[in-house]
């Protein structure tokens, strides 16, 4: 899988990290970092 360059080390690790969860695990921490998103707009998330 290729990491994005945008990622910070941090991030890059949390992704390698979240990768070895279980299908479910993963599932539920999508949801989770859905849901966190401020329902207003944010052009940062749409430059991305």
Not at 26 to 31: F, Q, T, Y
């Amino acid at each position: 899988m290729e990491v994005r360059s945008y990622m910070t080390s941090a991030t890059q690790t949390i992704l390698k990290e979240a990768l070895r969860l279980k299908p479910v695990e993963r599932a539920e921490l999508i949801d989770e970092l859905f849901h966190s998103f401020d329902k207003s707009h944010d052009e940062r998330i749409d430059a991305l």
